[in-house]
């Protein structure tokens, strides 16, 4: 008998030697198989702690549809590309016969494995999940994977796992905007960063370093910030304006943080873009409704999420094998505004 935990009904079947039906009868507590041998198979799962996804298996294996509902994670709802994302979500969802179940982390750990927790005792279908700020442990993910609950994850990513997703093109969409901001004239450029925990800062931070290198630039480390928000904009970029010399462009991760440098540039007697441009990443309604309005990399939540809600019902329904690594990837658009040359 294997003593490794079983990950799904056929490694019990295997491990006790019986079949996946039978497995699956017993866990459903079928009167179709003897007292003795639903006994024995349900002592195997509680030792082991394995708990079936129910609501999956009847979807893909009963002609009775139980309630289908995807649970969805975001790190916060003030964000206007995860609310998008959920936008995608819910229109896909519901348009093939799925409800959603929605909450937050707060860019918590902790509220993430309680959230987890809390979406595998309501049975949900599946879950669609950006990660928090400061999830470094994926052992929450790899449980609900282990319990046959199908995972797919936006933006970002969990990389300790192999699972499905559905990004932006990070990497592009930053070379892009750092390639902008040097061919219309600028040449010493800030970059204003999320932790390097997560893929998509990594991924736009290399963007942004290999458009320098491109185009005979040398990276600054001085003006490369972890800053990710409009307070710590506000915050770091006072100093840097100050220095001589400064920077004439700066890149940010996200529209907030552009916009606080923005404000701050502004409020210190410069003049955007003549004096200095700002790039965000986002283009939510925030990048227009600033002066001058926002250069900005577009990510196309809606589409990211209508692309996650697909992967993950094609998972439930059978039409994609659990095994498989989904990965999906939404192309960005620098959309050009008043805050560059």
Aim: aromatic residues 8%.
């Amino acid at each position: 008998m294997s003593k490794i935990m079983p990950k799904t009904m056929k490694d019990i079947a295997r491990d006790l030697g019986v079949s996946v039906s039978t497995v699956s009868r017993a866990l459903m507590d079928s009167p179709r198989i003897s007292a003795v041998q639903k006994e024995r198979i349900q002592q195997y799962a509680r030792e082991y702690n394995f708990c079936p996804n129910m609501i999956g298996e009847a979807l893909r294996h009963s002609k009775v549809k139980p309630m289908k509902v995807i649970g969805v994670i975001l790190p916060e709802m003030v964000h206007y590309f995860f609310m998008s994302v959920l936008s995608g979500i819910e229109e896909e969802a519901r348009s093939r016969g799925y409800s959603v179940m929605v909450a937050q982390s707060n860019e918590r750990y902790e509220k993430e494995v309680a959230i987890c927790n809390d979406f595998y005792k309501n049975k949900v279908c599946g879950i669609i999940v950006s990660q928090a700020k400061d999830t470094k442990q994926y052992g929450h993910f790899q449980k609900l994977m282990s319990n046959g609950i199908p995972l797919v994850f936006y933006d970002r990513i969990c990389t300790g796992i192999n699972c499905s997703r559905v990004v932006v093109d990070d990497y592009m969409g930053a070379y892009t905007a750092v390639s902008h901001l040097i061919e219309s004239g600028c040449s010493r450029i800030a970059f204003y960063g999320s932790p390097m925990n997560m893929e998509i800062s990594k991924n736009r931070y290399n963007g942004y370093h290999d458009a320098l290198v491109k185009h005979g630039l040398r990276e600054n480390p001085d003006w490369v910030k972890l800053c990710d928000n409009r307070a710590e904009a506000e915050a770091f970029t006072p100093p840097i304006l100050r220095e001589n010399p400064r920077p004439d462009a700066f890149f940010a991760i996200n529209d907030d943080t552009a916009i606080g440098i923005l404000y701050t540039a502004k409020h210190m007697g410069f003049k955007v873009p003549d004096d200095i441009s700002i790039c965000g990443f986002t283009n939510g309604d925030r990048s227009k409704a600033c002066d001058p309005l926002l250069t900005t990399v577009d990510q196309r939540g809606t589409l990211v999420g209508k692309k996650a809600a697909d992967i993950l019902i094609g998972l439930v329904e059978g039409s994609l094998p659990m095994d498989k690594t989904v990965r999906g990837m939404v192309r960005t658009s620098l959309v050009i505004r008043g805050t560059t040359r």
